[in-house]
């Protein structure tokens, strides 16, 4: 094919670089500099996707970010598939392969289209509600064709090949948008020396400069511009970012920038280089330099391929030195599109006429275009395009002053190409995202920012001001007011005066009156992605929708991956009209982040794979990966969770687990479990605060078990605290506990007792800690220490002692998790695996058998030791656990925990409490979850009397073993509970004491 | 995403750094047995949703661990200042009621 | 070891805490919570990395805590170590000793690896008043970065402001790195200590050499290397 449509001179393309791609499956050639979108308006492609309800045919009507029809599915292979691609923002490269997304199967005939009306019918506004919502199960079907048809794209169905960031950036001012008052922006806050950052969404900074046709002190703008670039690079203190749109406006000036690195270089980024970068900014001060999109005209098949916006028509041309067409026909309610008209001539082609909607409009633009020999018709209107896949044709009639009418008879100019300008809607998408509500101007004839407590200035356009002198001179004075605002002495850099035409007032239109009524017009398509119409809006609001949000969640007006950019301020002022406010009555909808659709690659950055969360090792990690360990996460901890040996199932390898430590010695590495230090003379008075039970006479030497509860009364951790000297306790505490323990300790010590002399520091990763358990313990451990008197009554249960292990120092306290005889033997860890190994050694001849997670639960649950997390969950407090053992409620001062239990609802008789379960069938392991009721056969909702919290196979007791909690359970030893599960089947269970094995404690005391 | 100011640190930090505790100020009863049912489960569980000035208890979890108080506003999300323990706020609801 | 006792005392320097010499002697072999990557520091040098990075293992880390507006606390870590209790957000340091500030009333105090006991002994019989040294030497330890792309290795990594102008030399910032949390000193221009526990180490070590892949990355101590100098080809290409 041919660049039928291509200038042979001017833009700002490299000619010397052509570039080939493809697009549905055909080959093209562009050149480097263009968009995708210039680079098909080129060749001439006036169809690039097909219309969501109406599967009309659409064609590309703007340049930039407000474009809502050229949305394309980029990818040459499968990893690199992306969705949502706006063609006007991706550049070319040599070998980019786009798929329209819209439009399924088929551009020109496809199945959609023979559908056209009938869909078109059953998707009336409202149809999410009204078709969908019932019955619920067809929306499955439903969906699956609608969002094919809908141009929604897909996503990669293989792993992304590429890599992503993130840069955190602080800056004393973040300017956004490059345009020339952002630029000037940047002159006077860069020459402050102040950290500035200036982001531009294009590959090329200079906005508006860059479309040609200014001069800026008698100069082409794109010489200062060059001299702007120049020095801006220059600056140490100065980060430019062009292909960098700034999507998100959050709380206290944090800004994300959304960074494509090599979108512009092919379909893959060079290795090692990220793709995209997420740039997290936080910013003294903002400018907000994001300038204006033009507004379209709503008319009758507005829709139709060769439709666009005057400025995308100029841009287009002077930028990629493409035409998109033949025979112009420009409609204007304001002075500054006559431009489009000009841009048009000067490239060689005919302008059919100038429809100006202002009755008599005479000043410099006309008598400009008069000169040109250019037909302007004013007071009059474009009602309505003809054509199919293309425009041919443009009824125009008289307008009445007001707007509100079309008169007179039509006449049909023949055209290919419709560009309209409403004017101009300032960007202020960006103010909106910290909840500033924008506010309507009627000089402006648009919504400018409104009132925002974000350090934030808006410049240019953004705020109203549309004239390029007026864009360079606030620019330079916002830019050094933010400068000087974030503590920098700056002066307004000086900036170039252009020479423009004065322009005359604007007309505020936005709907193009047709002869017949809206409803019976032609479609005038507000939001061509989500194909609304004028009359749908309309049909909104007199359905009862008066808020401008419930008419858009209602009509799916700006719901489309554009966010209504192009169409949301048309549709909010058909709706002001048609309930009959103003548009500052009815006010906008908000905008909210992000700006322009961000790929999950960008939002992850580098938190992915391997490096998804941080996997948390003990010092021994290596050695259980070397002995074939099956890991559990617990927490961000890997801990061994069963250690299967060739040929072995999970259950083979617990139960052989269970039986060894029993029968001879098994070893555990108890390292996650949390472990804080806690000195000072008020130590043990703030243990008795924190802790359920006693501690004041716990003496030098000794091991206690603890309970910690919430105000509430309710357990949320436990664990042993030894007395290591009269003013120094080590405490452990679960292992996923640990971190939220210490700040709850910190919390009372900091906000209530500040008095209490202590002090608390976490030792969790500075112990390796291996408990070795059963009956053999003693004499493995005998074996490898010579100044540790293990003597039965010297080193008695609930002791602990310092010596040496295998060479190490170590403390050695005797507590027990299992029942067995146990000792928790800890080291600084950089002996750990040392320590560890030796055991081995020794330990070969007792059979010392490494147990993990799930035999150390088995073991625990065997002896009716509770798990706090797991047999407790927020709502459980000592007493339903049958622990009063662990509560002492006479000590001085009121404990936490202790006002908690005692209210109404905590001394209930009939509270779940937790009991020990026998399947009357030993052979059957209840699922942990299960709930239990009195009677299997009443009907549903069953009432629920409790649920399972712990439940195995115990290999020591020949059967399966559960704990769980049931209403009043303390009471009903001996009854039968049933457990109906979800495959249908009841477990009946014999309700008994938590401890089913040696409940006297024998074996620990050996 | 929060910039806060640590009155310990003495400079902002990063809301990633910070846990928010709830309502500040809340003083645990001094003889919780004296309460009653109805006094302790006001301490417990209820508490105020105000829109505009609110007092609350963060924490500079990954920094140095200090507990303070933050006057937010709960509309427009603005610190309005940051206090130690132990310190009274310069803003209280009486004045922003005299403010408005 | 010989003289340790079969019963847990009090240290004689501080009643009511117990004081322990945690270190065997040198026929134990010690694993730093890096040690399964050492293998890794070959001191090959790509000619182009502009990062460094590599582990000082098992170096003596006390923390000590107490109140800085008190003499006897203050005094006596002045007498112990010879260096002064920083500011808030500062650092000290003095030959192979550094203290750092971590909280209003807590500093990390770090020294040579078979210097804990002693240490903390000393410390012990100078200080006076509510304090506490913790040893936590085992559990921690130091990754060195350097490199003229150092500053965003860290911009990737931690949220807060590593600009010269914020983060100068010396000072010391506890903060949030990749999805955990570490202590950055800034030792020179291109030159950061990282203190990073010993659980985590793993993941910060991966996480950083990711993020300093695109600058080319060298394992290993050679700060030279990073500054490019050309006789470091032909180092790499004997080894
Ligand atoms: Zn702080």
Redesign the interface.
């Known amino acids: 094919m041919t660049q039928s449509n291509r200038l042979p001179r001017g833009g700002r393309i490299d000619r010397s670089r052509p570039l080939t791609f493809k697009f549905n499956g055909q080959t093209y050639q562009g050149f480097a500099g263009d968009s995708l979108a210039s680079a098909l308006l080129a060749n001439g492609v006036d169809v690039i996707g097909r219309s969501f309800k109406y599967s009309r045919p659409r064609g590309i009507i703007a340049a930039g970010a407000e474009e809502p029809n050229a949305v394309f599915q980029l990818g040459a292979t499968e990893a690199t598939q992306t969705p949502n691609v706006r063609a006007t923002q991706q550049e070319l490269f040599d070998g980019l392969v786009s798929q329209p997304t819209s439009g399924w199967p088929n551009l020109n005939f496809d199945f959609m289209g023979l559908m056209g009306t009938i869909l078109g019918r059953m998707l009336p506004p409202g149809f999410y509600y009204k078709t969908f919502m019932f019955p619920q199960a067809a929306w499955d079907t439903y969906e699956k064709y609608i969002r094919k048809a809908a141009g929604l794209g897909r996503s990669p169905r293989e792993p992304d090949v590429d890599i992503y960031d993130h840069l955190n950036q602080h800056t004393d001012v973040l300017i956004v948008g490059a345009g020339p008052a952002g630029l000037a922006a940047a002159l006077s806050a860069a020459r402050s020396g102040a950290r500035v950052i200036l982001a531009d969404e294009q590959a090329e900074m200079g906005g508006s400069l860059l479309d040609g046709g200014y001069t800026l002190d008698g100069q082409p703008a794109a010489e200062w511009l060059k001299a702007t670039l120049d020095e801006l690079a220059r600056y140490d203190n100065v980060l430019l970012l062009p292909r960098s749109t700034v999507n998100g406006y959050h709380d206290h000036n944090f800004l994300t920038i959304h960074e494509r690195r090599t979108d512009h270089i092919g379909d893959r980024a060079p290795a090692n280089h990220s793709r995209q970068r997420l740039h997290r900014v936080r910013a003294k001060w903002v400018v907000l330099a994001t300038g204006a999109h033009e507004r379209p005209l709503v008319y009758g098949n507005n829709d139709l391929p060769g439709c666009m916006l005057a400025s995308a028509v100029s841009t287009y041309i002077n930028r990629y030195a493409v035409v998109p067409g033949n025979r112009l026909v420009l409609m204007t309610t304001n002075d500054n599109a006559y431009r489009t008209a000009f841009d048009w001539q000067d490239a060689g082609r005919e302008v059919v006429a100038i429809v100006d909607t202002r009755q008599g409009a005479a000043g410099a633009w006309q008598e400009e275009a008069r000169r040109r020999g250019i037909k302007v018709l004013t007071g009059h209107a474009v009602i309505e395009a003809r054509g199919r896949k293309r425009v041919q044709g443009a009824v125009v009639s008289g307008l009445s002053p007001d707007g509100s009418q079309a008169l007179g008879s039509d006449q049909v100019l023949v055209c290919d190409t419709l560009a309209t300008s409403g004017g101009w809607s300032p960007a202020v998408h960006l103010s909106c995202h910290t909840g500033s509500r924008p506010i309507w101007d009627d000089e402006v004839i648009g919504f400018v920012p409104g009132k925002t407590v974000q350090k934030q200035l808006a410049a240019g356009a953004v705020a109203g001001r549309f004239g390029l002198n007026e864009c360079l001179e606030e620019g330079a004075s916002l830019g050094a007011l933010a400068a000087t605002n974030a503590g920098f002495t700056a002066e307004p850099a000086a900036v170039p005066t252009a020479e423009c035409r004065p322009e005359t007032r604007p007309m505020a239109l936005f709907c193009v009156p047709h002869h017949k009524r809206n409803s019976r017009a032609p479609k005038q398509f507000v939001d061509f992605q989500t194909d609304v119409t004028a009359a749908a809006i309309e049909l909104a609001t007199r359905e009862g929708f008066e808020s401008i949000e419930h008419v858009k969640r209602y009509t799916a007006m700006g719901f489309g991956t554009d966010q209504g950019k192009l169409g949301n301020i048309n549709g909010m002022a058909i709706a002001a009209k048609s309930l009959n406010q103003t548009i500052s009555e009815t006010g906008t909808t908000i905008f909210r982040p992000n700006y322009t659709p961000v790929t999950f690659g960008a939002i992850a950055g580098r938190h992915c794979n391997d490096l998804f969360d941080p996997m948390r090792y003990t010092a021994m990690h290596e050695w259980h990966v070397k002995h074939g360990a099956k890991f559990e996460d617990v927490g961000q901890w890997k801990r061994p969770w069963y250690y299967p040996k060739p040929g072995e199932t999970m259950q083979q390898a617990l139960n052989r687990e269970c039986l060894a430590t029993r029968d001879s010695v098994g070893i555990l590495d108890a390292s996650t479990l949390g472990k804080i230090d806690i000195q000072g003379k008020d130590a043990r008075e703030f243990l008795g605060r924190v802790y359920t039970n006693a501690w004041a006479k716990l003496p030098v030497g000794k091991c206690r078990y603890g309970l910690m509860c919430r105000e509430d009364g309710m357990v949320f951790d436990d664990g042993v605290t030894s007395c290591l000297g009269e003013n120094h306790f080590l405490m452990t505490t679960t292992t996923g506990g640990a971190a939220g323990v210490l700040e709850w300790l910190e919390l009372y010590h900091q906000t209530e007792w500040p008095e209490l002399e202590v002090y608390m520091n976490t030792v969790t990763d500075h112990w390796a800690t291996m408990t070795i358990a059963g009956p053999n313990a003693r004499k493995l451990l005998s074996e490898l220490t010579d100044d540790i008197d293990l003597d039965r009554d010297t080193f008695k249960f609930m002791d602990w002692r310092q010596g040496t292990v295998a060479g190490v120092p170590a403390r050695v306290f005797r507590i027990s998790f299992t029942g067995e005889l146990s000792y928790e033997i800890n080291v600084q860890a950089h002996y750990g695996l040392h320590v560890w190994e030796k055991l081995f050694e020794h330990g070969a001849k007792y059979d010392l058998t490494p147990y993990g997670t799930e035999t150390m639960h088995i073991l625990r649950a065997e002896k009716g030791f509770i798990i706090a997390g797991q047999d407790t969950d927020g709502s459980v407090h000592p007493y339903d656990l049958g622990m009063s053992w662990a509560v002492k409620e006479d000590k001085p001062f009121s404990f936490i925990g202790k006002r908690g239990m005692k209210r109404e609802d905590c001394v209930r008789t009939d509270r779940k409490q937790l009991v020990g379960l026998k399947t009357l069938d030993p052979g059957i392991v209840l699922p942990e979850g299960a709930q239990a009721v009195d009677d299997p056969n009443q009907p549903k909702p069953m009432k629920m009397l409790g649920h399972i919290t712990s439940s195995y196979y115990s290999a020591n007791l020949e059967r399966s073993i559960a704990m769980g909690l049931i209403r009043n359970g303390h009471n009903r030893e001996g009854d039968i509970v049933y457990y109906p599960l979800e495959n249908g089947r009841v477990v009946e269970a014999e309700i008994c004491g938590t401890i089913f094995l040696d409940p006297k404690g024998e074996r620990q005391n050996v | 995403m929060f910039y806060i100011y640590c009155p310990y640190c003495g400079e902002h930090r990063e809301e990633e750094e910070f846990h928010a505790k709830g309502q500040a100020h809340l003083a645990r009863p001094k003889d919780p047995d004296a309460c009653s049912d109805e006094e302790w489960g006001n301490f417990l569980y209820f508490r105020p949703n105000p829109r505009g000035l609110y007092h609350e208890l963060w924490v500079h979890a990954i920094g140095c661990r200090k507990f303070f108080n933050i006057a937010r506003d709960t509309q427009t999300y603005e610190i309005l200042e940051t206090y130690r323990i132990g310190e009274s706020p310069k803003l209280s609801q009486s004045t922003d009621q005299q403010q408005s | ?2 003289d ?8 004689t320097a501080t ?4 004081l ?6 040198d ?7 890096l040690h ?1 990557v050492a293998q890794a520091q070959t001191g090959e040098v790509s000619a182009n990395a502009r990062v460094s990075i590599w582990e000082e293992p ?1 170096k003596t880390h006390l ?1 000590l ?1 107490g109140d800085a507006a008190a003499a006897g606390f203050r005094e006596g870590v002045q007498a112990a170590t010879g260096l002064d209790l920083p500011e ?2 500062q650092s000290q340091s003095k030959g192979d000793w550094s203290l750092s500030w ?5 500093w990390l105090l770090v020294g040579p690896g078979d210097q804990a006991f002693t240490m903390e002994s000393r410390l012990r019989e100078q200080l006076e008043g ?3 040294v ?7 330890s130091i990754v060195r970065l350097s490199g003229t792309e150092a500053r ?1 290795v860290l ?2 990594s ?4 590593v ?1 010269d ?2 983060f100068p030399v010396g000072k010391v910032v ?3 790195l ?4 570490a202590t950055l000193r800034r030792l020179g221009d291109n030159d950061w200590e990282i203190v990073v ?4 180490a ?2 910060i070590w ?2 950083l050499l ?2 300093a ?2 600058h080319g990355v060298h394992t290993g101590p050679l700060l030279s290397a990073v500054k490019g100098q050309a006789s470091h080809k032909t180092d790499t290409s004997t080894v």
Request: proline fraction near 9%; charge should be negative; aromatic fraction near 6%.
């Open positions: 070891m010989s340790v006792t079969n019963t847990a005392v009090d240290s009643p009511g805490v117990a322990m010499d945690q270190q065997p002697d026929s134990v072999p010690a694993r730093s919570p399964h098992l923390i805590r808030p957000l971590i909280t209003p009333d807590e509510h304090y506490a913790v040893n936590v030497g085992g559990g921690q965003s911009m990737k931690c949220p807060y402001d600009h102008r914020h506890t903060t949030v990749g999805k955990t949390q526990r010993r659980s985590f793993d993941y991966r996480w990711d993020a892949s695109e």
